[in-house]
């Protein structure tokens, strides 16, 4: 009368392979999404599915020249630069999930004049905040250039 249900954690997939997400699915249904039972290496940092396995879905050597060389004409400094693509392979790599902590930073780092719209416009490229954070940020109160 009832059919069995099998639920299971399945890590869905985009159209080329890569991993967007897990979710808990009923495996005696067919869905209209690609995944896999094989649970991704958590040390790739953009895990990619072969079909049979796990893969690095990124060029090393070009993800590490990527990530060293702005390749962005802004007025950034090379720490900034640097603090944020680290945060960016963090969050792209799964280790940062939440960006709470990281607008509240740039919400009090606005306010005190230590970074500028172009670390703002960075972190938005990276997806490390959305434009209503970026939005939020730029719209509090900063302190006076002579109190600084």
């Known amino acids: 009368?009832?059919?069995k249900v099998d639920f299971k954690l399945a890590y869905i997939l985009d159209d080329m392979g890569f991993f967007i997400g897990s979710l808990e699915i009923d495996t005696n249904v067919e869905h209209d999404f690609k995944y896999t039972l094989i649970k991704p290496?958590?040390?790739y940092i953009k895990p990619k599915f072969?079909?049979?396995k796990w893969v690095e879905?990124?060029?090393?050597?070009?993800?590490?020249v990527d990530m060293l060389l702005p390749n962005e004409k802004m007025k950034l400094s090379d720490y900034d630069f640097l603090i944020l693509k680290i945060l960016g392979i963090l969050?792209?790599?799964?280790m940062m999930m939440e960006n709470?902590?990281?607008f509240q930073y740039c919400m009090f780092c606005w306010a005190e004049r230590k970074i500028e719209e172009s670390y703002l416009d960075m972190a938005k490229k990276l997806n490390l905040l959305s434009d209503e954070q970026v939005m939020m940020i730029k719209m509090t109160p900063r302190v006076s250039e002579d109190k600084k």
């Open 57 to 64: 879905g990124v060029n090393m050597s070009e993800y590490m």
């Open 41 to 43: 290496n958590e040390r």
């Open 91 to 94: 969050k792209e790599g799964g």
């Open 50 to 52: 072969d079909g049979e």
């Open 1 to 3: 009368m009832f059919d």
């Open 100 to 102: 709470k902590w990281f």
